[in-house]
C-alpha cells in the first residue's frame, strides 16, 4: 500500500481487494449461482450482494457518520457532507456469462464533488486508484491518459443502452459522428467503471455512455481527471453525475469529439 495514500483510500482499497475475494470465489463455481432478474435486462447475483455487503460493512466500521449510496442497497440516509458510491460488480452481465471483465468500484464525495477512487479488476489483479491532486495509479505505478491527437486512428470504449431505449437516437448519432470521423475502433466491454480506468492508464483514447449512474461514475471520474483526462456530459457540460452522461478523453480529443458532435447534435 502506498505511503501517501489517506487512510480513507486505504479503507476503501481493503474493502475492494476483500470484496474481490469474495467474487472470485462466486466466480469459480458459477453454475451454482442464484441470479435474480431486478429489471428489464437489469440482473443481480448473490456475489454483488455479498461483495456489497463486504464493502459497506467496512466503510461504516471505519466512517460510521459518513453516507453510503450502494447499486444494491441503496442509501444509508445519514447526512453528511462525505458521501461512498459503491458498485459492488460492475459489469454483472459479463460475470453471469464467464466474461472475465469485472470490478469493483468505490468512490468518496465532498459536497458531491468525488475525492478519492477505486476501481479494482479482480480477475487481472489490477488496482486503479486515485485522489484529489495526488495522480491516479495502477497497482502503485502511475497513469496517464492516452496522447492521441485526433479522433482519427483512436480506439474508444463505450456503453451500448441496451436497458432503456431513451438515448438510442443520440447514441446512434455519435456513433455515427466517430465512424464518419475515421476513428480507429470502437469496444463494448461491458463494466463502465473499467472502461473509465481504462481511458486513465490509455488503453482506450476515448470512452462515452450514457445514463450512468452515480456509483458507475463517482470512482472512475476522479481517476481519468487525476490521470490528466478530461470527462463531462455529451453538451459539454459538468452534469454527467447528474445526468450520467459522460464522455471521457485526453483534453484534445475530448474538444475535437465536442466540436464534431456539435455540429449533429447540438
Ligand atoms: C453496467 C455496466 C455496463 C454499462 C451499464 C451499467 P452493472 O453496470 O457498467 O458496462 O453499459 O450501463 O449499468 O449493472 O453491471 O453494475
Ligand atoms: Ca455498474
Ligand atoms: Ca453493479
Not at 462515452?208 to 481527471?225: H, R, Y
Request: proline share 3%; aromatic share 10%; with cysteine.
Amino acid at each position: 500500500m502506498n505511503s501517501s495514500n489517506s487512510p480513507q483510500l486505504n479503507i476503501a482499497i481493503n474493502a475492494a481487494l476483500a470484496a474481490g475475494k469474495s467474487i472470485m470465489r462466486f466466480y469459480s463455481r458459477l453454475e451454482n449461482l442464484k441470479i435474480q432478474e431486478k429489471g428489464f435486462n437489469d440482473y443481480v447475483s448473490e456475489a454483488d450482494q455479498e461483495s456489497e455487503k463486504i464493502i459497506t460493512t467496512a466503510l461504516m466500521k471505519a466512517y460510521p457518520k459518513y453516507k453510503i449510496t450502494a447499486e444494491e442497497s441503496g442509501s444509508n440516509l445519514i447526512e453528511s457532507e462525505y458521501e461512498w458510491f459503491i458498485d459492488p460488480l460492475d459489469g454483472t452481465t459479463n460475470f453471469i456469462h464467464g466474461i472475465p471483465q469485472f470490478a469493483i468500484s468505490i468512490g468518496l464525495c465532498k459536497n458531491k464533488v468525488p475525492i478519492l477512487g477505486v476501481i479494482y479488476d479482480p480477475f487481472k489483479n489490477e488496482l486503479f486508484t486515485a485522489e484529489e491532486g495526488k495522480g491516479a495509479l495502477m497497482n502503485d505505478k502511475k497513469i496517464r491518459v492516452s496522447a492521441a491527437k485526433s479522433i482519427k486512428t483512436s480506439v474508444f470504449g463505450t456503453g451500448i443502452p441496451y436497458r432503456k431505449k431513451d438515448h438510442a437516437g443520440v447514441y446512434i448519432e455519435t456513433l455515427k459522428t466517430l465512424m464518419d470521423a475515421r476513428c480507429g475502433s470502437i469496444r463494448r466491454l461491458g463494466a463502465a467503471a473499467l472502461d473509465l480506468s481504462y481511458v486513465a492508464c490509455g488503453r482506450l483514447d476515448g470512452f462515452w455512455e450514457f445514463n450512468l449512474k452515480p456509483w458507475d461514475i463517482a470512482a472512475g471520474s476522479i481517476i481519468v481527471t487525476e490521470a490528466g483526462g478530461h470527462i463531462s456530459d455529451i453538451n459539454n457540460t459538468e452534469k454527467y453525475f447528474e445526468n450520467g452522461n459522460v464522455l471521457a478523453a485526453n483534453i484534445n480529443l475530448h474538444q475535437e469529439i465536442i466540436k464534431n458532435l456539435s455540429e449533429k447534435l447540438i
